[in-house]
């Protein structure tokens, strides 16, 4: 319902001077913050600084921002959403672009953040119109997968996967990364007849197609097809 009821909410964020101090010095720790969304009042909210070259801004003028509600309030959610995103938009003046292939992709059946908008104010300051998508984490998994214990990783900047990705969630073995390596390893088969095979047994091909095709369709210059970057992977 929050996503589809059309309403754009106001966020007000309160951050203390000392949080603030934090966050110039260090804008990927999660420090604490207040958020109040009209009679709604959230404590204890984990927030810090997101995006790079080209999305990034400081703090003092319009960050892109992360917000996990029950990192240090556990249980809290938003809207029943444990982690989301405000992107600033800086690339995208429409504020559209997001939103639409969002909705392209989910009707494609791959698994994408749902979208919305949010008007934030930072400590009293109208940072004005933001995007809103909900967070990669547990919740999100299990909407998408019957098994929301794999792992999960975040392919970040220019990477294949091959390198040592960054796990966001997962209960399995995260040293190996094995289910990476099988992965690649089925893709570096020479005999093609037997490539696809192995392939099959290790990836879901149907929907990395659909994804593949969606992100050369959309021409998606900063996903994995184009550009092998801010994908994720994961193993169910």
Known sequence: ??????IIPALRIEIAPTNMASLRRDDRTYVRATVREGDRVYEEVAIHLKGAAGSKQPIDQKPALTLNFDKFHDGQKFHDIDKLHLNNSVQDRSFMTEALCSEMFLAAGVPTARTTHARVWLNGRDLGLYVL????????????????????????????????LQRDNGEGDAKSYSD???????????????????????????????????EILTEHWDGYALKKNNYRVYHD
């Open 133 to 164: 998508k909900e967070g990669y984490d547990r919740s999100f998994l299990r909407r998408h997968f019957r098994n929301a214990k794999g792992n999960l990783y975040d392919g970040g900047f220019l990477q294949e996967i091959t390198a040592r």
């Open 1 to 6: 319902d929050f996503f589809d009821s059309g």
């Open 180 to 214: 990476l390596r099988s992965v690649a390893a089925a893709a570096r088969e020479p005999d093609f007849s037997k490539r696809m095979g192995r392939l099959e047994q290790v990836l879901d091909v149907d929907r990395f197609l659909a994804f593949t095709a969606l």
